[in-house]
């Protein structure tokens, strides 16, 4: 058995993945609280990413609107990743053959490297460029990418029960 | 009377499609789900500026404008996706305690909007009240409980 599956396998079996997994109410609350948190998570970054787009808010500078948003989406994040990792606790080997699965791993990945690049570029001079209604083309590119990486995500998610 | 409808919707051409299609069910669960995002940022910052703990400085009304279109346009995706999910197992809905705790608690967020929500956003930028921040709480709460009724459906 390759090591990543084994690894996958030993934290599938531990005592605290069992537990949530058998439970009667555990994985459903977990489950329930992740799904819920997309809208922490996801709906704070669209309004972000609808305002450098220029369809709404266009009045509110992008700066104020990403100060305003940015402690929501990351409550929002730390909500999705603790429930995410107990889901993977409780699923984990299930999950490692899981196309869908693997898929949404991949654009969580990129879906944290857009912002990275946004930040180190585009948005260094954003004093620049954050009253205009329509934000310049390479910020408006990462906001695009942002909704639809993290709809990928989503669907993915919701993809990994069928698989 | 009501369960008429019901039968009717797992009967009309919706239904048939829904209860025969392989993926239909799961395509438009997906598209709920993507619209429940929307639908939540949009009550989220709304509902934040009405209680005063964000973006104070700016316009109630300016922000409602935009965010209701948002608010609105996804909620509209939602029902539609919602109807076509219940043609799939309609009887099953409408015997199941967490579907019409959902329909109650999504009439009464709707209607709760259109009054006493709406009154207190327009109101706002001549006239903030302490009311206000209860309206919002209420706001959130009501979605919150529509939500959380909703995940309910699959589980119970």
Redesign the interface.
Known sequence: MPTLQHVCQVIYDSHIGTAIRESDYAFSIIESVHVLAITLLVGTIAVLDLRMLGLILRGISVTRISKTVFPFTWTGFAIMFVSGCLLFWAEAAKNYSNPAFRVKLVLLALVGLNPLIFHTTIYRRVHEWEVLQYSPWRARAAALASLLLWSGVIVAGRAIAYF | MLRVWFVSLAHSHLGQYMQTSKWGF?IV??VH??A??????????VDLRLMGV??KK??MR??NR??S??LLGSLIVMIASGVAMVSEEALKCYYSPAFRWKMALLATAVLFYFTFHRRAVLRQSEDRRFTDGIVATISISLW?GV??AG?AIG?L
Do not use: H, K, N, Y
């Open positions: 799961a669960e997906t789900l993507l429940l995002a929307i639908l939540g940022g949009a009550v989220l910052i964000i973006l700016e316009s300016q922000i935009d965010l279109r948002l919150l939500g959380i995940r589980l």
